[in-house]
């Protein structure tokens, strides 16, 4: 097997490395017009005749065999039926990150909050949760039940009263692991229903199948441009795009252990990117020698070296503070800060995430069960977006309540800004409540 060529940038000496640091990053995804027009049709079709579309795409690209509405939906003694029936070693693998989860999760509820001013006017805010949400578990070979634990779970501390999961069946094909996840983070309702069609079906409602008011969960390019596309009929968590990991280590931590840690990612797909960063010269090339010398070792040896090829990369800094503006310009969706002091280092990442410091903390346990979601924002968007959380399952309300006296005081500040917008009514309004 040939070595993997990983690209090299020096931030110590090349001119243009902000250039080609642009160029690494640069990713292009749900732009595709022929798919746009493509989900649209489903949509549409899905929005004028409900359950028969959902069930034509369904027989068409799931390979299934469905005649009614009915045989859509996964019942509730199935999914315990899946949960019951998993070996020992799953089932209690399960419940350990969904504890820890739930515990991580109690810590973000948003409460209700109010104060009385002076003159009697109370202000506040008002949280509650979402009425019905709708979660998107992948189907077939990218089943994930850590995803399910991931978005159920917080919505349920949130206060959801009811969850629906769709899940694609390829072939009529359940993942047992993912059902029996279902059961244990407390969905409500499951339909065996995926693509944009099942997130058509998720905004805006069939005969079968509620609407609802926000839909989470990862999917393929379809899902992703069909989330896209009804955000606004309803709310989305975000638009992911591929995994990303970004490693900044001071060159002592055991290179097989990094070059792991780039694997972890790099197998998700072709397009995942890994990163490492550090002033170690000679370290980057141990951790290169380290990624030949295991890739040979994996399974998905393939997908790996395309990731790594194409958009892999090694990078050489002065220092970790020159480390830490890099980071920052990436924004990852991971970075592992692999160094002795990762507090102090810390303090200097504005834009990540998920934050795994020090040598012991693999990406890995994040993704499964540390605790924090593994739902975050990717290609850069860290700069402005968080890790799905309870806050996404709540929205908040303002509380205002006037007295006599505050609606006197109110209401003449009110009636000047609103006759200098020359809106009267508004000034008239308020005017009417002055003593």
């Known amino acids: 097997m040939t070595n993997i060529i990983i690209k090299k940038l020096d931030a110590t000496t090349d001119a243009d490395f902000n250039a080609q640091l642009k160029g690494l990053l640069a990713w292009n995804e749900t732009d595709d017009l022929a798919i746009h027009q493509r989900v649209l049709e489903i949509i549409a079709d899905v929005r004028k005749n409900g359950d028969s579309a959902v069930i034509e795409y369904t027989n068409r690209f799931d390979h299934c065999n469905v005649s009614a509405a ?49 003159d009697g006017t109370v202000l506040g805010q008002k949280v509650t949760p979402l009425d019905r949400v709708g979660l998107y578990v992948p189907g077939g070979k990218a089943a994930y039940p850590s995803s399910v634990l991931m978005n159920a779970i917080p919505a349920k501390v949130a206060g959801v009263p009811e969850l629906i999961m769709v899940v694609p069946t390829p072939n009529g094909e ?76 001071d060159g002592k931590t055991n290179p097989d252990w990094i070059a792991m ?45 395309t990731s790594l090829t194409n958009r892999g990369a090694l990078i050489l800094v002065n220092d970790l503070s020159q480390a830490a503006e890099v980071a920052n310009i990436i924004a990852p969706e991971h970075l592992e800060l692999s160094v002795e002091n990762p ?36 290609s850069s968007t860290a700069r402005f977006s968080s890790p799905l959380g309870v806050y996404d399952f709540q929205k908040r309300s303002s509380l205002i309540n006037c007295s006599a006296d505050g609606a006197n005081t109110l209401g003449k500040v009110a009636s000047i800004l609103a006759r200098g917008e020359s809106l009267t009514a508004h000034a008239r309004s308020a005017e009417y409540r002055l003593k």
């Open 70 to 118: 009915g045989e859509l939906e996964i019942s509730k003694e199935k999914l315990k039926a899946a949960w019951d029936n998993l070996p020992v070693e799953q089932a209690q693998a399960l419940e350990q990150a969904a504890q820890r989860i739930r515990a991580y999760a109690e810590k973000q509820k948003m409460e209700s909050w109010q104060y009385t001013e002076a």
């Open 174 to 249: 359940t993942n047992e692991l993912v059902l029996a996840a279902a059961y244990l983070a407390g969905v409500d309702r499951a339909f065996a229903i995926g693509g944009a069609q099942a997130v058509a079906a998720l905004a805006y409602g069939t005969q079968t199948i509620p609407p609802v008011a926000k839909i989470v969960g990862p999917g393929n390019i379809y899902v992703a441009t069909a989330k896209k596309l009804v955000f606004g009929q309803v709310g989305i968590d975000m638009i992911a795009g591929p995994s990303e990991i970004l490693i900044i280590c």
């Open 261 to 305: 840690d780039l694997f972890s990612q790099a197998e998700h797909d072709e397009d995942a990117q890994s990163i490492l960063i550090s002033d170690d010269a000679a370290y980057l090339e141990s951790v290169e020698a380290s990624i030949n010398a295991l890739l040979p070792t994996m399974e998905r040896a393939e997908i790996i070296r």
């Open 343 to 378: 507090e102090i280092l810390c303090e200097q990442i504005r834009h990540a995430g998920a934050i795994f410091m020090g040598r012991f903390t693999a990406e890995a346990l994040g993704d499964y069960c540390a605790g924090p979601n593994h739902v975050l924002p990717t």
